[in-house]
């Protein structure tokens, strides 16, 4: 994670400076709901014992949403983009999604051109728009909210 915040900085919703000096106690345990959680994962992908690519999901708890999750986290390294694997990811992320969830949806920033048309590729639709939501460099930048229906 603090790999992709170093290297794709304008990517995510947080800055790398919220994230560098947490202990590795801060780390484990936020880690720890995606990893012990019996619905919540963090799906890894590798080079050899490397960790290339990375996507996650959260889901809902609340009774008014139990039927949505969200998808974070989304990274692949930069010298492994352009092989499918961020599409990989996603596609088994969606592949092993819980039976009861009826939509995903997933925040992304406007800039990133290449994760929306990832996106809009595996059937996800822009539903809204968060104008000005991050400042980014002393520029402020939309977040698109992006949502994917599995079952009418």
Known sequence: MLDALNESPT???V???EY???SD???NSYLAGY???LRDRLILAFDDKRIVGMVGVIYE???RRK???NIVWMYVDGNFRG???AKKLINELLSDIDPTIKKISLMVNATQEYAIKLYKSLGFEIVGTMKDDLLINNEYVDTLIMEKYLKD
């Open 35 to 37: 990893f012990y959680s």
């Open 20 to 22: 560098k000096f947490n």
């Open 61 to 63: 708890y609340k009774l």
């Open 67 to 69: 039927h949505v999750a």
């Open 25 to 27: 106690d801060w780390w």
């Open 83 to 85: 092989n499918g694997i």
């Open 15 to 17: 800055d790398l400076n």
């Open 11 to 13: 990517a995510f919703s």
